[in-house]
């Protein structure tokens, strides 16, 4: 059975996003733009062990396939050079681990099905954000 996370989630609402993008080292002038724009993602099974996350907005957007359990090189939305890990944890969530910095910085990502809602959790050094998404298809 496929997991209830795939199709497309549109962001409804922010919790501790400002925090968590100053913990990572966002810039003012981006984090000021994030806030304010509304994105969509899809998330796709794209067969072959590989999950697509293809996040778009009007400010950035990313479209990245990702092979499950592979150390892969990623440029993040907000201009990270990442080292990101993504598998599934269960049926309904999906655990992404970004590294940067040499290792010295890490961010886990979870992106989970509940209560009808995409949730997409996010935590770097003790610092957690959620953001809340309703499907649109």
């Not at 067969?47 to 092979?67: D, I």
């Not at 040499?102 to 990502?109: D, V």
């Amino acid at each position: 059975m496929p997991s209830k996370l795939l199709g497309k989630w549109k962001l409804v609402k922010d919790e501790n996003f400002e925090e968590y993008m100053i913990e990572i080292g966002v810039g003012m002038a981006t984090r000021k733009v994030a806030l304010i724009t509304s994105s969509t993602s899809e998330i796709t099974d794209e067969g072959n062990n590989q999950v697509r996350l293809n996040t778009q907005s009007t400010f950035k957007s990313a479209n990245v396939l990702f092979p499950l359990g592979e150390e892969i090189d990623e440029t993040t939305m907000d201009g990270r050079k990442c080292k990101t890990t993504v598998r599934w944890d269960g049926d309904d969530k999906i655990l992404e681990i970004q590294k940067w910095d040499g290792g010295k910085r890490e961010a886990k990502l979870e992106w989970i099905y509940e209560d009808e809602k995409m949730i997409l959790r996010m935590e770097s050094n003790g610092i957690v954000c959620k953001r809340i998404h309703e499907r649109t298809t």
